[in-house]
Nanobody
Framework: QVQLVESGGGLVQAGGSLRLSCAASGSIVSIGHMGWYRQAPGKQRELVAGITSGGNTNYAESVKGRFTISRDNAKNMVHLQMNSLKPEDTAVYYC????????????WGQGTQVTVSS
């Protein structure tokens, strides 16, 4: 079993910054893709940013140039630096990790609230 624990959410004014972190622990053989997703009230969960074990990244169009995803493979952690935050970034942010190879399992964190006030 693998546990993902997020931290770093909170309340910030528009234009401000937050840094989210996600730490994976447990029976980890290898972690592949890691990503940050978010879900706003009444909306579907969406991918915000993802990063492979080799460091290749992808971002939602709405956050490109403002958010940066990074990971520390030695510590089994992934981070999301969020700058120039907007009220529409308000959501619960979830960390997801793909663990293992054949089979590969998907794990989710419990979520952390990010609220951006205007």
């Amino acid at each position: 079993q693998v546990q993902l624990v997020e931290s770093g959410g909170g309340l910030v004014q528009a234009g401000g910054s937050l840094r989210l972190s996600c730490a994976a622990s447990g029976s980890i053989v290898s972690i592949g893709h890691m990503g940050w997703y978010r879900q706003a009230p009444g909306k579907q969960r969406e991918l915000v940013a993802g990063i492979t074990s080799g460091g290749n990244t992808n971002y939602a169009e709405s956050v490109k140039g403002r958010f940066t995803i990074s990971r520390d493979n030695a510590k089994n952690m992934v981070h999301l630096q969020m700058n120039s935050l907007k009220p529409e970034d308000t959501a619960v942010y979830y960390c997801r990790a793909l663990v293992g190879v054949q089979p590969t399992y998907q794990y989710w964190g419990q979520g952390t609230q990010v609220t951006v006030s205007s």
